[in-house]
């Protein structure tokens, strides 16, 4: 009898060890395969529903929501998807001068979770004292153009983006951008990465109009004088 436990209990430890390393490898397997996630895509509110897919690893269930207002009118987007970790919770802004959007991503790490965006406060149009040169090379092929554009709300940083071609190098927009989205590439700039964005923090508007004062100023002393 004592023999039976004996080894009925030595069954019971491989058992449990045995649960123990399967256990493990479907962690380690739903860590290599990534979450799953709802794909999907809302023009009209902020939810939808979609396709299932398995994200790679690094990457959570993100809620997105972008509001562009251009000279075609008001557009909202929600999407569903897999996010980057480094995009969860990020939040920004961007003008051109011919289009204004912003952004919000939030995430989640569980299966098929999804976050709940809270609703954007309406668009900040006091401008900021930042100008920036302001370009998009679909409306100006190039960007060749001397347009500048006052900044406004948390777009107080003038970003240029361009592509890399070799040595070739091709600027597709200019214009304002909020800190966080310049912070955000400049932390996950990739060698293999053909689109760049730098960030300068720009002008304001008295620096801007210096030569001017100056020039009025010295046509003042001149009379002054005279």
Do not use: W
Not at 42 to 68: D, Q
Not at 74 to 100: M, N, P, V, W
Not at 182 to 188: G, Q, V
């Amino acid at each position: 009898m004592k023999n039976l436990i004996q080894k009925l209990h030595s069954k019971s430890r491989k058992m449990t060890s045995l649960m123990g390393i399967i256990s493990l490898l479907s962690a380690l397997k739903a860590t290599c395969d990534g979450l799953s996630c709802t794909q999907c895509e809302s023009r009209t509110s902020t939810s939808c529903t979609g396709i299932s897919v398995t994200c790679s690893p690094g990457y959570y269930c993100g809620s997105e929501l972008s509001e562009i207002i251009s000279g075609s009118g008001y557009t909202s987007i929600y999407a569903r998807r897999c996010t980057f970790q480094s995009l969860c919770d990020l939040k920004f802004s961007i003008s051109t001068g011919h289009e204004r959007s912003r952004s919000i991503a939030l995430c989640c790490d569980t299966d098929y979770c999804s976050s709940t965006i809270p609703p954007m406060p309406p668009f900040n149009a006091n401008p900021n004292g930042v100008v920036c040169a302001s370009c998009d090379s679909i409306i100006t092929p190039g960007c060749n153009t001397s347009e500048t554009i006052q900044c406004n709300g948390d777009a107080n940083i003038c970003f240029h983006q361009f592509v890399k071609n070799g040595s070739t190098v091709k600027t597709v927009g200019r214009g304002c951008a909020s800190r966080s989205l310049c912070d955000y590439f400049r932390h996950n700039r990739n060698s293999r990465d053909t689109t760049e964005l730098d960030c300068t923090n720009g002008v304001t508007a008295l620096q801007q109009n210096l030569p001017f004062l100056y020039f009025m100023f010295l046509v003042y002393c001149s009379v002054s004088i005279i």
